[in-house]
Every structure is written in C-alpha cells, then in structure tokens.
C-alpha cells in the first residue's frame, strides 16, 4: 500500500504562486509515475502533470505548460507541483496520484485510471 498526501493548497490572486506537496508513504519502492490531477465542481477530473519516479521527461497538459513545473525529491518521498501565473480557471480540487510500473507510460501518462493510489486532494481557489 502507499499513501498519498497533499498539502499546500489554499486561496490566491490571479497572477500569484502556490506549491502543492505529495507526501508518499509505505511502499514507495512500488511507485512507478506519479501525476497531478484536478476537478473543479461539475467538471471531470483532468490531467494536469506526470513524471516518473525514477527521472526522466515531465509531462504537462496543455493549459498548464510554461506555468506549472512538478518535481521530486526521492530522500522526502515527495512530489511538487510548482504553480505560477495562476488563473481563475486554474481553481481545482488538486489530487496526485502514484502508479505501478506501466508500459509504454509516455502514451498514458494522462490517463486517470492508470494510477492506483490517489490522494484526499487539495483545494486551490484564485480570484479575479
């Protein structure tokens, strides 16, 4: 089992920053990519970045290219979601997310279904 952690989140204006946290715990070892998603109220959860655990690319959605940067620091167990020039629009439930081993993950890194363990979420507002 592992679980998943988010903290960071909070209220913000257009323009500002925040940094989301994942804090992982138990069996990390099993941990192949971990993402970020979000869900604002009557929206499907969307994919917002993914790396692997191990190193590698990073991936990031569209709407959040140039903006949001996710990183890791294996001796904390513990993935971040930098999130600059926010937008109204970014305002979300934030969730990450840890998967197994998957192959071929370059062409599903997006997909929810692919990660196991998810996280509480944390809430992200930012006003107008």
């Known amino acids: 089992q592992v679980q998943l952690v988010e903290s960071g989140g909070g209220l913000v204006q257009a323009g500002g920053s925040l940094r989301l946290s994942c804090a992982a715990s138990?069996?990390?070892?099993?941990?192949?990519?971990v993402g970020w998603f979000r869900q604002a109220p009557g929206k499907e959860r969307e994919f917002v970045a993914a790396?692997?655990?191990?190193?590698?690319?990073?991936y990031y959605a569209d709407s959040v290219k140039g903006r949001f940067t996710i990183s890791r620091d294996t001796a904390k167990n513990t993935v971040y979601l930098q999130m600059n020039s926010l937008k109204p629009e970014d305002t979300a439930v934030y969730y990450c997310?840890?998967?197994?081993?998957?192959?071929?993950?370059?062409?599903?890194?997006?997909?929810?279904?692919?990660?196991?363990?998810w996280g509480q979420g944390t809430q992200v507002t930012v006003s107008s």
């Open positions: 997310a840890a998967s197994y081993d998957v192959a071929d993950y370059s062409g599903v890194y997006y997909v929810p279904d692919l990660y196991v363990y």
């Open positions: 138990g069996r990390t070892f099993s941990i192949y990519a």
């Open positions: 790396l692997r655990w191990s190193g590698g690319n990073r």
